[in-house]
């Protein structure tokens, strides 16, 4: 199976930040990469798919990029509905493994 | 409007098998573009991706637990089921399904989720 790694695990930070989530597979899967926020007691919700593709609906503050193995999400501006967990997911195979989780708390 | 929804016990006990169905509305189970996953997650971790089944009925498992794993859909039910055997305490998870869309460039990513159903293991 493709294994997703994601860095950091957790990360603090301040409402109006920039910040930078990485993710990176253990083998090339192009652009086949998605990511997804989750809150407390919530499932998932899409923010980008096929590495750079915002989702409908979702803020243009949520940017993704890259390509192969390495993978980024930024958040140009955090805003306090931010702070959640987000998961990288490969659909390069089709066993659509996620990454470990980053959760995003506030500083 | 589309819609998820996972339904199965709240409990089941060591060794026993699970079986969860998710009803889906507002698409077909037969669209060649949209396939449906089981994702669970133990409280407090990552989610984990469990199984898949497309639209021409083929699977996918993931391969650490493929041994304990069956889906199945009734397309005329709109229903996708899981079963998982030989239950442990370490399953014990919310379990969601998800359905899978496949835009025009193979690109695919879950773009409606259940609500989630907590499943605990114990005796």
């Known amino acids: 199976d493709i294994q997703m790694t994601q860095s950091p695990s957790s990360l603090s930070a301040s409402v109006g930040d920039r910040i930078t989530i990485t993710c990176r597979a253990s083998?090339?899967?192009?652009?086949?990469l998605n990511w997804y926020q989750q809150k407390s007691g919530k499932a998932p919700n899409l923010l980008i798919y096929a590495a750079s593709s915002l989702q409908s609906g979702v803020p243009s503050r949520f940017s993704g990029s890259g390509s192969g193995t390495d993978f980024t999400l930024t958040i140009s501006s955090l805003q306090p509905e931010d702070f959640a967990t987000y998961y990288c997911q490969q659909n390069y195979s089709t066993t659509y493994t996620f990454g470990q989780g980053t959760k995003l708390e506030i500083k | 409007q589309v819609t998820l929804k996972e339904s199965g016990p709240v409990l089941v006990k060591p060794t026993e098998t699970l079986t969860l169905t998710c009803t889906v509305s507002g698409f077909s189970l037969s669209n060649a573009r949209m396939g449906v996953s089981w994702i669970r997650q133990p409280p407090g971790k990552a989610l984990e991706w469990l199984a898949h089944?497309?639209?021409?009925?083929?699977?996918s498992y993931s391969t650490s637990l493929k041994n304990r794993l069956t889906i199945s859909k009734d397309t005329s039910k709109s229903q996708v089921v899981l079963t998982m055997t030989n239950m442990d305490p370490v399953d014990t998870a919310t379990y969601y399904c998800a359905r899978l869309l496949s835009d025009g460039y193979n690109y695919n990513y879950f773009d409606y989720w259940g609500q989630g159903a907590l499943v605990a293991v114990s005796s």
């Open positions: 083998q090339s899967i192009s652009r086949f």
């Open positions: 089944i497309f639209s021409n009925d083929e699977k």
